[in-house]
């Protein structure tokens, strides 16, 4: 279980389109079985599909078009659109194979997470990982894939799409970008090995360069088993430095496990609400605080931005709502549903959405995002230029605050 959630959690733009989503998922239900025309009583007779194939098979124009496996993906497919919910996906078996290679923590392609826009189909980056070819060619969160190697994108499956752009280490992939101004450029990109990052730490220093040993600085890329152990660690170390403040950067954080999630929450919170999790049939799940974290009174400022997905958006909310923390950056990117993992008797797999998540106030995560508290208009591009504008700005903010605090 903990290497198949690992995989999952890495699904990537060259792996599985869904990755990034915090992933609460199950195993073992086949999903052909339950679509069996016996289902016909409980909203819609299966069994029609059948009818229908058959039907083509014996009277179709064109024989050599009914291709029966390209027909039951596109069933399969049109019948996940109607839901109207990007979260909700089938992945055929050789895309859910492809994961397999990232259970090491690391995979050869672009390194970048995407998505699929519920209403235009369009395939978009959530975001591309520090290091990675993706991030040295400059690709944005949001940027949306109009074409791979010259061929349109309009009408693809994410799985399509991944298919596609995915690819070994030394091999070349061409994409053609959207930016949100509505400006196109394309880029080549040669594949690489991409290591799945956790937690990064680097020096804070000030605006001559010099080391602010008072303030420490910590990026989490992803919600993996190993994050919070690896954080609380840093955060320790960090504590024992003498620093008295902390930058916790979220902006290119697509998610990962809820679990995980949770207990990085746990480090920063005493008490108060972390989620609420709307499940099937509107049921709630409160989750709360538990004491006894290594940095609940550390002084700190979250970075988000649209790059901050899922998991992200989870603890942003929750330090933001609980007082316990001030967000500066952009709009976050708006995925909050829970999703469990089917997998299927052919090999493949079914992303099925199960839950919705609320902030501790109440309010939805999923297309509606976290507004920053102090927001920075334009950091994405800027930061896709080598320069952070928001970096100095929650410098500014812990420095003024741990002054007023002597």
Do not use: C
């Amino acid at each position: 279980m903990s290497s198949l959630r690992l995989f999952l959690l890495a699904l990537v733009v060259l792996l599985l389109p869904v990755a990034g989503g915090a992933i609460g998922f199950r195993l073992g239900t086949d999903w052909s079985a339950s679509s069996s025309a016996g289902d016909g009583a409980q909203g819609g007779d299966f069994g029609l599909l059948r009818e229908i194939y058959d039907t083509l098979r014996a009277n179709y124009v064109d024989p050599d078009k009914i291709d029966p496996e390209l027909l039951r993906s596109g069933a399969i497919d049109g019948l996940l659109q109607a839901l109207g919910d990007p979260h909700t996906i089938y992945i055929d078996p050789q895309s859910y194979s492809l994961g397999v290679d990232v259970i090491s923590g690391t995979f050869e392609g672009i390194g970048a997470r995407v998505e699929q826009d519920p209403i235009t189909r369009a395939i978009v980056i959530v975001t591309p990982f520090r290091g990675s070819p993706a991030e040295r060619a400059g690709i944005q969160p949001g940027d949306v894939i109009l074409a791979v190697n010259g061929e349109r994108t309009e009408g693809w499956t994410l799985t399509q799409a991944v298919q596609r752009i995915r690819g070994p280490r030394g091999s070349q992939v061409t994409l053609t970008l959207q930016r949100r101004d509505g400006t196109v450029r394309e880029v080549t990109l040669t594949r690489d090995t991409v290591v799945v990052p956790t937690v990064v730490t680097q020096p804070v220093t000030d605006d001559s360069g010099a080391t602010l040993q008072e303030l420490a600085y910590v990026e989490l890329q992803q919600f993996t088993e190993q994050t919070p152990s690896d954080l609380a660690r840093i955060l320790r170390e960090v504590k024992q430095s003498g620093a008295r403040g902390l930058i916790l950067d979220l902006r290119r954080n697509p998610g990962g496990s809820l679990e995980a999630t949770i207990r990085v929450a746990d480090l920063f919170l005493d008490s108060g609400t972390i989620l609420t999790e709307v499940e099937r049939g509107g049921r709630q799940r409160q989750v709360r605080a538990q004491p006894g974290g290594d940095a609940t009174d550390l002084p700190m400022v979250v970075l988000v931005g649209p790059g901050s997905a899922s998991g992200a958006e989870v603890l942003a909310a929750a330090l933001k709502e609980n007082q316990r923390a001030v967000l500066i950056g952009e709009k976050t990117f708006g995925k909050g549903t829970v999703n469990q993992i089917h997998e299927l008797s052919n090999g493949g797999a079914l992303f099925v959405t199960v839950g919705r998540w609320l902030t501790p106030n109440g309010e939805l995560i999923e297309g509606v995002g976290i507004e920053p508290d102090v927001p920075v208009p334009g950091m994405t591009e800027q930061l896709a230029q080598g320069h952070d504008p928001a970096l100095p700005l929650a410098v500014q903010h812990l420095r003024q605050a741990l002054a007023l605090a002597r």
